[in-house]
């Protein structure tokens, strides 16, 4: 380190030193038994008209812990958990703790292929599944244990004793990888537990006491979601995803919303859920324009600013937003330290971008089954003084602000953020190369007028060949969750080059939504209902023309679109439709 940095470093070790963890609990597991003796009658988890009390909630997951334990679940052996969203996916999320495991969350809805690929990669021996869901996955060499009626019944509903410790692995998450297929990110148990002690630190029993928990299990916000509330006497709050809260039966009892600023915009103009103070918003730039918002129509006491990656356990720095005033990702948790170097290694000067480097206990082991891309990325820490540590190097450039605060310029690779989701592009185009029809493939993001971010898939087909959107949609969603499809494609005879022969994505066209793509025959609207719904579709679409039989996620539509579709028909109609209504039958004629 060049002396000139030592005054800069001493300075920034000092204001983001992590907290000791030694004085904390050793695993969630303790944090949850210690809120079940403190609040053994109070609600920990309500979905629809169901809900569990702390004692009932310990009971179930202990009785699932003992069996599991039988089954050869003990510290480091990973448990596949495959449910649908409600009272048993948090019953066996803590049993597998409980049990001294990790769990691999494994969401229903993804394509057969992708789930194949991340149960062969993570090697479970279990896979906690129920019958509908097992029905529908591909086949697993392991134990498949089919939850449903008593038949856990029979075991024991004692706390078993604690087996594992602060080193063991806590939770495998996969994220988009840029070689065609996902990574496990392995999160240990003193890494979970350090971001719950910086949770129970900053947040009030009033602003956890109902979270709407509405991220699937597979994203690291459900972390948050799930164990803050029940590691501090709160109740979660489940619902399909958070654009369903005014669905909720149990919308009343909401304190605390906690998801991405592109959901939050849509949200903005639903029903004013009466009881939320606290807003939690990551995974997006969060502008100064949505925040004020927040605070205009729900009168909110806090919006918090928070970022982090999956391999920092959550989040990593936040802020408390005001009304007004620049947009600021904030400073590091209380568990983590944040430094910001330059290509050379060194720390930057205030003003000056780098890249953000992440430390403390929050810091995960590394991928899984990946030596080589973990010692890439988690590098030793040249500012700590504790033996072995290491910082993860995220890709993300930076800079401080003259206060101390971060401020986020954007990505360093090819990795980006649509909707909160974090994508790599690599992993579309290899899927997109597969199909015989295209040559070659290049996926990039673009924004419409108001600022909404798109995935473009720009193609070069094979000669004579004229795909058809549709198929090239449906073949990506054998290998892709939902939010990794395109919503638009391109196809082009060439792509632009720069002077040195690489694509230049700079120069790509802007591309415009329309169903000029679709082989679907256009049929105009029969009825006075169905001429006011496709207008509605194109004011939401933002294109001229739809038919009554196309497909509203062929024409770019997205969860948040048809939230802002499914607004204005409940007020137009006064009628009551689901989001799973609509994802049924998401045409004209359908609706």
């Given amino acids: 380190m060049a002396p000139e940095n030592e005054s800069k470093a001493h300075f920034l070790k000092t204001m983001h030193a992590p907290l000791k963890p030694k004085i904390w609990p050793e695993c969630v597991q303790h944090l949850f038994e210690a809120q079940v003796n403190r609040t053994p009658d109070a609600v920990a ?37 495959c449910l649908e969203r409600g009272l048993d996916l948090i019953v066996s999320l803590l049993a597998i703790f409980k049990a001294g495991g990790a769990y691999v969350p494994l969401d229903p809805s993804y394509p057969r292929g992708r789930l194949a690929y991340m149960l062969a990669d993570a090697e479970v021996p279990v896979l906690l599944t129920s019958p509908t869901v097992q029905q529908t996955l591909p086949p697993n060499p392991g134990k498949v244990i089919s939850l449903q009626g008593n038949t856990l019944l029979h075991e024991s509903s004692e706390n078993p004793p604690s087996w594992a410790i602060p080193e063991n692995l806590a939770y495998v998450l996969y994220t988009s990888g840029s070689t065609g297929q996902p990574k496990g990110v392995m999160i240990s148990q003193k890494s979970v537990v350090a971001f719950l002690h910086w949770v129970q630190s900053v947040f009030l029993p009033e602003d956890l006491a109902g979270v709407c928990a509405g991220t699937s299990v597979n994203f690291d916000l459900s972390v948050f979601e799930l164990f803050g509330p029940l590691s501090w006497g709160g109740t979660v709050i489940l ?61 909110v006491k806090s919006v918090h600013d928070l970022y982090g990656p999956s391999e920092a356990t959550t989040y990593a720095t936040y802020a408390v937003r005001a009304h007004t005033g620049p947009a600021t990702i904030g400073k590091a948790l209380a568990t983590t330290t944040t430094d910001v170097l330059n290509q050379a290694g060194y ?81 579309i185009e290899v899927v997109l190369r597969q199909q015989s029809e295209i040559q070659e493939a290049v996926v990039v993001v673009q924004e419409d007028e108001e600022g909404e971010k798109q995935l473009v898939a720009f193609v070069i087909p094979v000669q004579d060949l004229s795909p058809d959107v549709s198929n090239l949609q449906r073949f990506l969603r054998t290998s892709l969750p939902e939010y990794m499809v395109p919503t638009n494609f391109v196809f082009l005879k060439n792509f632009p080059l720069t002077p040195n022969g690489k694509i230049d994505s700079k120069a790509l066209p802007t591309a415009a939504m329309s169903r000029t793509n679709l082989r679907t025959r256009y049929v105009p609207p029969r009825t006075g209902q169905e001429k006011l719904l496709t207008e509605i579709w194109c004011t939401v679409l933002k294109i001229d023309q739809v038919g009554i039989h196309d497909n509203f996620f062929e024409l770019g539509g997205h969860s948040l679109s048809a939230i802002r579709l499914i607004s204005r028909v409940q007020q137009q109609w006064h009628l009551d439709i689901s989001l799973k209504d609509f994802f049924d039958k998401p045409t004209v004629a359908g609706l």
């Fill in 45 to 81: 988890a309500v979905n629809e008209d169901e809900q569990l009390t702390y004692a009932q909630l310990n009971q179930r997951a202990n009785q699932l812990a003992h069996y599991l334990r039988r089954q050869g679940v003990c510290p480091e052996v990973r448990v596949g958990v």
């Fill in 239 to 299: 619902a399909e995803n958070v654009l369903q809260l005014t669905q909720l039966p149990a919308i009343d009892r909401v304190t605390l919303i906690n998801t991405v600023p592109s959901a939050m915009r849509a949200l903005l103009d639903q029903v004013i859920p009466p009881a939320v103070r606290t807003v939690n918003l990551a995974g997006e730039l969060l502008t100064t324009e949505v925040v004020a918002a927040i605070y205009h129509h729900w009168k």
């Fill in 347 to 427: 720390l930057t000067s205030f003003g000056e971008a780098g890249e953000l480097y992440i430390g403390g206990p929050q810091v995960a082991r590394g991928y899984l089954q990946r030596a080589a891309f973990t010692a890439e990325r988690f590098v030793p820490h040249p500012y700590s003084s504790e033996p072995g540590a290491r910082m993860y190097r995220t890709g993300d450039r930076v800079r401080y602000q003259s206060d101390g605060n971060l401020e986020f310029l954007g990505r360093l690779d090819h990795q980006v953020k649509v909707r909160g989701f974090r994508i790599e592009l690599g992993e």
